[in-house]
């Protein structure tokens, strides 16, 4: 309340003289606050008539804002305060105009014959002469423009033409900048005329062709009599110039003219507000937060109004009550680097003593340590300061990629995030999934009642939104997490498919005419397909229905999945409660769309619609755009635009790199806003000039993100895509900041902070959760210590979730086409198999298939879980870095190993464990091999090198395949013998049969006899004789495993590799009938149907 | 690490004179590119022009960045804007003339830049469906596939157009006509048909790039010199933007990059400095063809 009795003089002085007012200040110095307490002060102490004042918005939302905050601080409904934008207040006065004329009209030449006493007759005349004025919405003035473009003059349009004829991006893309090109003009009242000739020094013949539609576009709109929200604003300025009595009227009517954002205010707009108000315009606003120059607004109308007023009727507010000092701190000298501008001064109000949030301006090396970054700053703002996740708000730039990134990213670490983009339902893989089947459906009822016409009518995909063929369909839609077809198994489907596809038209024709063929291939999936057919074929006859019945229907039917997996799922996360949200604004649109179009509304109609949409671009209309983002849960993933007028606790700005802000400049081909200002200044545009206003647009753009804080903000940046120079100015600005602290003593300094500080734990969490097996190792052996469980099918069911979030089906490589893997793209034909490869694939082949193939590979590879790792790299560091093999020394190295990925343990038992494990390991390992088996071997010969650690090697097999691989240990006992010792971290050691069918081993030795890398170090071992050896680590008897000579059949081994290489080339990956042992460590048992049957 | 620049008196006596083209040839390690940057610090400090007027091509991304990081720290007290120097690569350079462009070249602004590897793979689509008559395959498809872009991407970088190729089929007698020996003629008479064959999949690519709006790595030199060449006003347009035009490493540049410097570069409009090494020709992968650098002819003067 004390601030708004700073601002009664100010009110006070408004009143008194009759005069126009500027208050403008920096974002947060509460200027919408002193326009909601002027109106207040105006009916409540000044007693004016509400009816006498009326206030500009800028859009619809601001204005639902400003009714319902006025509303409160006067107790009582607002209604008669007229509370509007631009378009409103035009469109009202238009109808309210012509219908006026009309009736003055009328009564002229009716007035004699018009009797009084025909009441119920005039009030239908009345209707009649004061019809609604008749607004086209965009998609209707798309289609306007669609229609021009189609009756167009191949001689006279040749520009034009060559561009609607290429492709069917670049037509939108032409039609997308005719359509802004129109709009722009009008909005900057220039006429057709009046930019042909100021053209001139740019003209090409593109623009002036464009210029001619743009008059065929208006007589169009003459000659149907529709108005265009351009036309609206043309009309409403040249009546106001030109009739006075309506002028007049208007400039009598309003006491009090409060216009919002006027940095946001276009040409037109500025034209008419000079017009209706005699004086008492109180204009708010701030240049440096004028970001819709894409749309029209122009600064330089701020400017003149700015330059027109006299310097004491310019109220600077200083005090800024929303920043806290730092953020206001930094984002003013950020905005001070642009030129074009009016300085002003502003502090936060609060003490720089007491800051409480932080500011952090920093990189990573990658997008990965980036958004660690953010979920460990996330979890720290929402668990440990307590904030509500929706006073958190990370602003984007639009662009799908990024969004997608941060999406995706949220959802994995089951953090609730609200995403009010426009995209978000047709993006949505379910809302695509139902269109699919909608889509199938239809062409399949086309393709039984030999109906080929219709199939041409949908227009062919665009963005890859939705797919045209039935064969590609089919796939996409058997492929969908719902039916999960093997990909092997249709694989197998296709290539009958292809071989033979002169006899079937298409897929589906095939699968139908041959399904008993499938059923041989495998029973299970084959029951997928049975089911898929049956919706299918179901849904294909009922084409004729309502679409919202239709679709409800698919969502209700139990055979396409959606009932079971998500509508009934009970533990849904709380991300995925999004999902429903989203599938529910869906199922609403489409209801709009039934309702809309009584007479057409099968679902052939409806798809019509979308892609109709989907051509124009205006995919939002599938949305409702009424909801309003505070009704949500969950972090606001915004755009800068939509951030205007919100304020957070907390404000992420990431992915600050070259080409995101500012993005690249190029010169603009058509038209352009920065070129009509320019225009309108009567200047030609040069290419310098245009590229500085560039970079002050998007430098207003960021800042506008930096003002939304009100305590935390983070910029990030990442600097593998080198970092914008943005986030360059903001660092030296910091350190500037942080430099004049340095003498006082503040707590501001420690608000001010580089990446070391936060808390690694959370770190080491949001890596786990990105590594499914890390995770279920970690639950597996918490469960094991407290409850002694075994792993059971609710517990697998959790396993499936995790599996189903990082895994997603849709990412599996075969599903795609061959040359996903960037890396690699012409490697069809893999010739390497490494002893592991091929030592699993021995094991269980349907493993193989899914750390070979699948590419999911074990956890180990990255980090050290298991011991394993880390005993065989400390007994390498020990036999390769020193010469002294004493005791202490090896359990130093131990020791090293241990502390270097201590952090990736994350649990303390852990550590523990394996640190005691280890040192009685290497005690035991000590004793057994290096006293009594290496030195005691190692006197023998003195003169050469004698062992080998860790040695790698590869050989060819056969003409084509090359098998690599590494030997733990070579000892060379004497000029004839040499022994391979294999270390095992296990304490188990192998039976009789293990011997026998073990390769490992025996191919080292087949290896070493035909290796030549090997031979070349002077190794010479094909003349040796060479002895094969386990030895357990974990043993503490007997240690060494002999696998005696007889065991290795080099013939019977050949075979057996041979055999292993050609099923893998033939991609037979069966699984191997159950050694349960085996299986139970096995990490690919959750994929697998026998131990654990049927896939859910 | 500072960089400093000592040049020798060899070197200072290039970078004062004031010819219209300045060929520098030397051979590896006498510092070529430190005479270039030193050129154009040197240009900069006497105010002979402004930043945006420079126009300086390197042949990769790291020799962009190596470039401007060593400019910026020559001119740092001077307050001249070095991020408004347009340095790029060739294809960049490309890229940058077709974003600003792309409507007359009918691309719209909905064009996607795609990849080696999406290219290949449109080439694999092709390839599966494709019903060969002469061309053999053979064990490695990868591979197979590869040459088939490297066919398609060389014809781009000789700026031959399926046009071409077509009308060299078609009338390949009377291209051959000047051959004396009939060996040859021979030799050549027995390629037509595959190169019939590579000209349909040539066909089809393109197509199938038109079809979706794709623009691919060799299209990115490719297309930017067609357009300058046919479009006399855009062509002006860069002459004019462009005072002074730095090549380093010439002897990399392959025909296209060099006919599309040729465009920008006017005799009395701008003035050219070129850097290269006819002993270094170490990206001849890329087509790059030694006698850019000796047969300097298409450009006017040689200095």
């Not at chain 1, 609710?794 to 979730?801: G, H, Q, S, T």
């Not at chain 1, 990956?1069 to 042992?1077: L, T």
């Given at each position: 309340?004390s601030?708004?009795?700073?601002?009664?003089?100010?009110?006070?002085?408004?009143?008194?003289?009759?005069?126009?007012?500027?208050?403008?200040?920096?974002?947060?110095?509460?200027?919408?606050?002193?326009?909601?307490q002027?109106?207040?002060?105006?009916?409540?102490?000044e007693?004016?008539?509400?009816?006498?004042?009326?206030?500009?918005?800028?859009?619809?939302?601001?204005?639902?804002?400003?009714r319902?905050?006025?509303?409160?601080?006067?107790?009582?409904?607002?209604?008669?305060i007229?509370?509007?934008?631009?378009?409103?207040?035009?469109?009202?006065?238009?109808?309210?105009?012509?219908?006026?004329?009309?009736?003055?009209?009328?009564?002229?030449?009716?007035?004699n014959?018009?009797?009084?006493?025909?009441?119920?007759?005039?009030?239908?005349?009345?209707?009649?002469?004061?019809?609604?004025?008749?607004?086209?919405?965009?998609?209707?003035?798309?289609?306007?423009?669609?229609?021009i473009?189609?009756?167009?003059?191949?001689?006279?349009?040749?520009?034009?033409?060559?561009?609607?004829?290429?492709?069917?991006?670049?037509?939108?893309?032409?039609?997308?900048?005719?359509?802004?090109?129109?709009?722009?003009?009008?909005?900057?009242?220039l006429?057709?005329?009046?930019?042909?000739?100021?053209?001139?020094?740019?003209?090409?013949?593109?623009?002036?062709?464009i210029?001619?539609?743009?008059?065929?576009?208006?007589d169009?709109l003459?000659?149907?009599?529709?108005?265009?929200?351009?036309?609206?604003?043309?009309?409403?300025?040249?009546?106001?110039?030109?009739?006075?009595?309506?002028?007049?009227?208007?400039?009598?009517?309003?006491k009090?003219?409060?216009?919002?954002?006027?940095?946001?205010?276009?040409?037109?707009e500025?034209?008419?507000?000079?017009?209706?108000?005699?004086?008492?315009?109180?204009?708010?606003?701030?240049?440096?937060?004028?970001?819709?120059?894409?749309?029209?607004?122009?600064?330089?109308?701020?400017?003149k109004?700015?330059?027109?007023?006299?310097?004491?009727?310019?109220?600077?507010?200083?005090?800024?009550?929303?920043?806290?000092?730092?953020?206001?701190?930094?984002?003013?000298?950020?905005?001070?680097?642009?030129?074009?501008?009016?300085?002003?001064?502003?502090?936060?109000?609060?003490?720089?003593?007491?800051?409480n949030?932080?500011?952090?301006?920093?990189?990573?090396?990658?997008?990965?340590?980036?958004?660690?970054?953010?979920?460990?700053?996330?979890?720290?703002?929402?668990?440990?300061?307590?904030?509500?996740?929706r006073?958190?708000?990370?602003?984007l730039?639009?662009?799908e990629?990024?969004?997608?990134v941060?999406?995706?990213?949220?959802?994995?670490?089951?953090?609730?995030?609200?995403?009010?983009?426009?995209?978000?339902?047709?993006?949505?893989?379910?809302?695509?999934?139902?269109?699919?089947?909608?889509?199938?459906?239809?062409?399949?009822?086309?393709?039984?009642?030999?109906?080929?016409?219709?199939?041409?009518?949908?227009?062919?995909?665009?963005n890859n939104?939705?797919?045209?063929?039935?064969?590609?369909?089919?796939?996409?839609?058997?492929f969908?997490?719902?039916f999960?077809?093997?990909?092997?198994?249709?694989?197998?489907?296709?290539?009958?498919?292809?071989?033979?596809?002169?006899?079937?038209?298409?897929?589906?024709?095939?699968?139908?005419?041959?399904?008993?063929y499938?059923?041989?291939?495998?029973?299970n999936?084959?029951?997928?397909?049975?089911?898929?057919?049956?919706?299918?074929?179901?849904?294909?006859?009922?084409?004729?229905i309502?679409?919202?019945?239709?679709?409800t229907?698919?969502?209700?039917?139990?055979?396409?999945?959606?009932?079971?997996?998500?509508?009934?799922?009970?533990?849904?996360m709380?991300?995925?409660?999004?999902?429903?949200?989203?599938?529910?604004?869906?199922?609403?649109?489409?209801?709009?769309?039934?309702?809309?179009?009584?007479?057409?509304?099968?679902?052939?109609?409806?798809?019509?619609?979308?892609?109709?949409?989907?051509?124009?671009?205006?995919?939002?209309?599938?949305?409702?755009?009424?909801?309003?983002i505070?009704?949500?849960?969950?972090?606001?993933?915004?755009?800068?635009?939509?951030?205007?007028n919100?304020?957070?606790?907390?404000?992420?700005i990431?992915?600050?790199?070259?080409?995101?802000?500012?993005?690249?400049?190029?010169?603009?081909?058509?038209?352009?806003?920065?070129?009509?200002?320019?225009?309108l200044?009567?200047?030609?545009?040069?290419?310098?000039?245009?590229?500085?206003?560039?970079?002050?647009?998007?430098?207003?753009?960021?800042?506008?993100?930096?003002?939304?804080?009100?305590?935390?903000?983070?910029?990030?940046?990442?600097?593998?895509?080198?970092?914008?120079?943005?986030?360059?100015?903001?660092?030296?600005?910091?350190?500037?900041?942080?430099?004049?602290?340095?003498?006082?003593?503040?707590?501001?300094?420690?608000?001010?902070?580089?990446?070391?500080?936060?808390?690694?734990?959370?770190?080491?969490?949001?890596?786990?959760?990105?590594?499914?097996?890390?995770?279920?190792?970690?639950?597996?052996?918490?469960?094991?210590?407290?409850?002694?469980?075994?792993?059971?099918?609710?517990?697998?069911?959790?396993?499936?979730?995790?599996?189903?979030?990082?895994?997603?089906?849709?990412?599996?490589?075969?599903?795609?086409?061959?040359?996903?893997?960037?890396?690699n793209?012409?490697?069809?034909?893999?010739?390497?198999?490494?002893?592991?490869?091929?030592?699993?694939?021995?094991?269980c082949?349907?493993?193989?298939?899914?750390?070979?193939?699948?590419?999911?590979?074990?956890?180990?590879?990255?980090?050290?879980?298991?011991?394993?790792?880390?005993?065989?790299?400390?007994?390498r560091?020990?036999?390769?870095?020193?010469?002294?093999?004493?005791?202490?020394?090896?359990?130093?190295?131990?020791?090293?190993?241990?502390?270097?990925?201590?952090?990736?343990?994350?649990?303390?038992?852990?550590?523990?464990?394996?640190?005691?494990?280890?040192?009685?390991?290497?005690?035991?390992?000590?004793?057994?091999?290096?006293?009594?088996?290496?030195?005691?071997?190692?006197?023998?010969?003195?003169?050469?090198?004698?062992?080998?650690?860790?040695?790698?090697?590869?050989?060819?097999?056969?003409?084509?395949?090359?098998?690599?691989?590494?030997?733990?240990?070579?000892?060379?006992?004497?000029?004839n013998?040499?022994?391979?010792?294999?270390?095992?971290?296990?304490?188990?050691?192998y039976?009789?049969?293990?011997?026998?069918?073990?390769?490992?081993?025996?191919?080292?030795?087949?290896?070493?006899?035909h290796?030549?890398?090997?031979?070349?170090?002077g190794?010479n071992?094909?003349?040796?004789?060479?002895?094969?050896?386990?030895?357990?680590?974990?043993s503490?008897?007997?240690?060494?495993v002999d696998?005696?000579?007889?065991?290795?059949?080099?013939?019977?081994?050949?075979?057996?590799i041979?055999?292993?290489i050609?099923?893998?080339?033939?991609?037979?990956?069966?699984?191997?009938?159950?050694?349960?042992?085996?299986?139970?460590?096995?990490?690919?048992?959750?994929?697998?149907?026998?131990?654990?049957g049927?896939?859910? | 690490?500072?960089?400093?620049?000592?040049?020798?008196?060899e070197?200072?006596?290039?970078?004062?004179?004031?010819?219209?083209?300045?060929?520098?040839?030397?051979?590896?390690?006498?510092?070529?590119?430190?005479?270039?940057?030193?050129?154009?610090?040197?240009?900069?400090?006497?105010k002979?022009?402004?930043?945006?007027?420079?126009?300086?091509?390197?042949?990769?991304?790291?020799?962009?960045?190596?470039?401007?990081?060593?400019?910026?720290?020559?001119l740092?007290?001077?307050?001249?804007?070095?991020?408004?120097?347009?340095?790029?690569?060739?294809?960049?350079?490309?890229?940058?003339?077709?974003?600003?462009?792309?409507?007359?070249?009918g691309?719209?602004?909905?064009?996607?830049?795609?990849?080696?590897?999406?290219?290949?793979?449109?080439?694999?689509?092709?390839?599966?469906?494709?019903?060969?008559?002469?061309?053999?395959?053979?064990?490695?498809?990868?591979?197979?596939?590869?040459?088939?872009?490297?066919?398609?991407w060389?014809?781009?970088?000789?700026?031959?157009?399926?046009?071409?190729?077509?009308?060299?089929?078609?009338?390949?007698k009377?291209?051959?006509?000047?051959y004396?020996?009939?060996?040859?003629?021979?030799?050549?008479?027995?390629?037509?048909?595959?190169?019939?064959?590579?000209?349909?999949?040539?066909?089809?690519?393109?197509?199938?790039?038109?079809?979706?709006?794709?623009?691919?790595?060799?299209?990115q030199?490719?297309?930017?010199?067609?357009?300058?060449?046919?479009?006399?006003?855009i062509?002006?347009?860069?002459?004019?933007?462009?005072?002074?035009?730095f090549?380093?490493?010439?002897?990399?540049?392959?025909?296209?990059?060099?006919?599309?410097?040729?465009?920008?570069?006017?005799k009395d409009?701008?003035?050219?400095?070129?850097?290269?090494?006819?002993?270094?020709?170490?990206y001849?992968?890329?087509?790059?063809?030694?006698?850019?650098?000796?047969?300097?002819s298409?450009?006017?003067?040689?200095?």
């Open positions: 309340m601030q708004e009795l700073n601002y009664i003089n100010y009110f006070r002085n408004i009143v008194q003289k009759n005069d126009n007012y500027l208050v403008t200040g920096c974002p947060g110095t509460g200027k919408s606050f002193f326009l909601i002027f109106v207040r002060y105006l009916i409540k102490e007693k004016i008539n509400p009816d006498k004042i009326i206030v500009f918005t800028f859009n619809r939302k601001t204005s639902r804002y400003y319902e905050e006025i509303s409160k601080v006067i107790d009582s409904s607002v209604s008669e007229a509370i509007l934008t631009f378009h409103s207040f035009c469109l009202e006065f238009l109808s309210r105009y012509y219908a006026n004329a009309a009736l003055k009209n009328f009564f002229k030449s009716n007035f014959n018009f009797k009084f006493n025909e009441e119920e007759k005039f009030e239908n005349i009345f209707n009649d002469l004061t019809g609604e004025i008749k607004l086209l919405t965009a998609p209707q003035q798309w289609e306007l423009i669609t229609n473009l189609n009756n167009l003059d191949e001689n006279n349009y040749f520009h034009i033409d060559k561009l609607l004829r290429s492709n069917s991006y670049t037509k939108v893309s032409i039609i997308q900048e005719i359509f802004d090109y129109i709009l722009r003009a009008k909005e900057n009242l006429s057709p005329e009046y930019l042909a000739k100021k053209f001139t020094p740019y003209i090409n013949e593109l623009m002036s062709e210029n001619n539609i743009y008059v065929k576009y208006n169009k003459i000659e149907n009599n529709f108005y265009d929200y351009g036309r609206i604003l043309q009309e409403t300025e040249s009546i106001l110039e030109n009739d006075k009595s309506a002028l007049d009227y208007y400039k009598q009517r309003y009090f003219v409060l216009i919002d954002d006027l940095q946001e205010i276009n040409y037109a500025s034209e008419i507000i000079k017009k209706i108000a005699n004086n008492n315009i109180i204009f708010f606003g701030n240049d440096d937060e004028s970001i819709y120059a894409f749309r029209g607004s122009n600064i330089n109308n701020y400017f109004i700015y330059e027109s007023l006299k310097p004491e009727n310019i109220f600077f507010l200083n005090e800024n009550f929303r920043n806290n000092y730092l953020i206001a701190e930094i984002s003013r000298m950020f905005i001070e680097r642009n030129k074009n501008r009016i300085k002003k001064d502003s502090k936060s109000v609060y003490n720089n003593n007491q800051v949030g932080e500011v952090v301006v920093t990189d990573f090396n990658n997008l990965h340590e980036e958004l660690n970054f953010i979920l460990s700053k996330i979890y720290f703002l929402n668990k440990v300061k307590g904030i509500n996740l006073d958190i708000a990370i602003i730039r639009g662009s990629f990024e969004t997608k941060i999406e995706n990213f949220l959802a994995q670490n089951n953090i609730t995030y609200y995403l009010r983009n426009s995209r978000s339902i047709p993006t949505s893989k379910y809302v695509k999934y139902v269109l699919n089947i909608c889509r199938l459906c239809i062409l399949i009822n086309d393709f039984n009642n030999n109906n080929n016409q219709l199939l041409s009518q949908i227009p062919d995909e665009i939104y939705f797919f045209n063929s039935i064969d590609l369909l089919v796939k996409n839609l058997l969908f997490e719902f999960d077809i093997e990909p092997l198994f249709f694989k197998e489907i296709e290539s009958v498919y292809f071989s033979d596809s002169v006899k079937y038209k298409n897929i589906w024709d095939f699968i139908l005419k041959n399904l008993r499938f059923k041989k291939i495998d029973k999936n084959y029951e997928k397909l049975i089911k898929f057919i049956s919706l299918i074929s179901k849904y294909s006859k009922k084409t004729h309502s679409s919202f019945e239709f679709i229907d698919l969502f209700e039917n139990e055979k396409t999945g959606f009932k079971e997996k998500i509508l009934n799922y009970n533990n849904l709380s991300s995925e409660k999004n999902l429903l949200k989203v599938l529910n604004d869906y199922l609403e649109s489409v209801k709009n769309f039934d309702k809309d179009n009584l007479m057409q509304n099968s679902v052939r109609d409806y798809l019509y619609y979308i892609d109709k949409l989907k051509d124009n671009q205006f995919i939002e209309e599938i949305e409702e755009s009424n909801k309003d505070d009704e949500n849960e969950g972090i606001r993933i915004i755009s800068f635009y939509e951030s205007k919100y304020e957070f606790e907390a404000v992420f990431p992915f600050l790199n070259k080409g995101y802000i500012p993005s690249d400049f190029y010169t603009p081909q058509i038209y352009d806003s920065k070129i009509f200002q320019m225009f200044e009567k200047k030609y545009p040069d290419d310098d000039e245009i590229k500085k206003i560039h970079e002050e647009q998007e430098r207003k753009i960021l800042y506008m993100g930096f003002t939304r804080s009100k305590n935390y903000l983070y910029i990030t940046s990442n600097k593998y895509k080198k970092t914008s120079s943005f986030f360059i100015e903001i660092s030296s600005d910091l350190k500037k900041i942080k430099e004049s602290f340095k003498n006082k003593e503040s707590g501001l300094l420690t608000c001010l902070q580089n990446n070391d500080d936060f808390n690694s734990k959370i770190i080491y969490f949001s890596y786990l959760r990105n590594k499914w097996l890390l995770k279920k190792k970690a639950l597996v052996s918490t469960y094991r210590i407290t409850e002694n469980l075994l792993a059971d099918n609710n517990k697998y069911n959790e396993y499936l979730l995790y599996l189903n979030k990082i895994y997603n089906f849709e990412n599996w490589w075969n599903l795609k086409d061959e040359t996903t893997n960037d890396f793209p012409f490697n069809l034909h893999k010739n390497y198999f490494s002893y592991s490869s091929l030592e699993s694939y021995n094991q082949p349907f493993k193989y298939k899914h750390q070979y193939l699948f590419k999911i590979r074990n956890a180990e590879e990255k980090i050290p879980l298991l011991t394993g790792i880390i005993y065989h790299e400390v007994i560091r020990f036999f390769q870095e020193s010469s002294k093999y004493e005791l202490c020394y090896l359990l130093e190295i131990f020791n090293e190993e241990i502390q270097k990925v201590k952090n990736q343990f994350g649990f303390d038992f852990y550590l523990k464990e394996i640190i005691e494990d280890g040192i009685k390991t290497f005690q035991n390992f000590y004793n057994f091999f290096v006293a009594d088996y290496f030195l005691a071997n190692l006197t023998k010969i003195r003169n050469s090198k004698t062992f080998f650690c860790e040695k790698k090697f590869e050989f060819e097999f056969g003409n084509e395949d090359i098998i690599t691989g590494k030997i733990d240990f070579i000892n060379i006992i004497d000029e013998t040499a022994e391979i010792i294999d270390f095992k971290s296990s304490q188990n050691k039976s009789k049969q293990d011997l026998m069918d073990e390769l490992q081993l025996k191919i080292y030795k087949f290896g070493l006899k290796s030549k890398s090997l031979n070349h170090d190794l071992l094909a003349n040796k004789n060479i002895n094969l050896r386990y030895y357990f680590l974990g503490e008897k007997d240690p060494f696998l005696p000579d007889e065991y290795y059949d080099e013939s019977d081994l050949i075979l057996k041979k055999k292993i050609s099923n893998i080339k033939d991609e037979n990956f069966e699984i191997m009938p159950g050694n349960y042992m085996s299986c139970r460590y096995c990490d690919y048992k959750i994929f697998c149907d026998k131990y654990y049927n896939r859910i | 690490m500072e960089i400093e620049f000592n040049l020798t008196d070197q200072k006596e290039i970078i004062s004179s004031k010819n219209e083209i300045k060929k520098v040839i030397a051979c590896a390690g006498s510092g070529k590119t430190s005479i270039l940057t030193g050129n154009i610090i040197q240009i900069l400090k006497d002979v022009c402004k930043p945006h007027e420079i126009l300086a091509l390197t042949f990769t991304n790291n020799a962009a960045e190596n470039m401007r990081e060593r400019i910026k720290k020559n740092y007290d001077d307050y001249i804007d070095t991020d408004s120097i347009d340095i790029y690569t060739f294809n960049s350079f490309g890229n940058y003339i077709i974003k600003e462009n792309s409507f007359i070249l691309y719209g602004k909905n064009f996607k830049l795609i990849n080696e590897v999406q290219s290949w793979q449109i080439i694999y689509n092709i390839f599966k469906n494709y019903d060969f008559k002469q061309l053999k395959a053979g064990k490695d498809i990868g591979k197979f596939v590869k040459d088939l872009l490297d066919y398609i060389n014809l781009k970088n000789n700026l031959i157009t399926l046009q071409n190729l077509k009308d060299y089929i078609k009338n390949y009377e291209y051959l006509a000047d004396q020996s009939s060996g040859l003629f021979r030799e050549e008479e027995e390629k037509i048909p595959y190169i019939t064959e590579l000209a349909g999949i040539y066909d089809i690519y393109e197509n199938i790039k038109k079809k979706n709006n794709y623009i691919d790595y060799a299209d030199v490719f297309l930017p010199y067609f357009l300058l060449k046919e479009n006399q006003v062509k002006q347009k860069y002459v004019l933007k462009y005072k002074y035009i090549v380093d490493e010439f002897q990399d540049t392959n025909n296209a990059q060099a006919y599309l410097l040729s465009m920008i570069f006017s409009k701008n003035k050219l400095m070129i850097v290269g090494d006819d002993d270094q020709g170490i001849g992968f890329r087509g790059a063809c030694i006698e850019n650098i000796r047969d300097f298409y450009f006017g003067e040689t200095a």
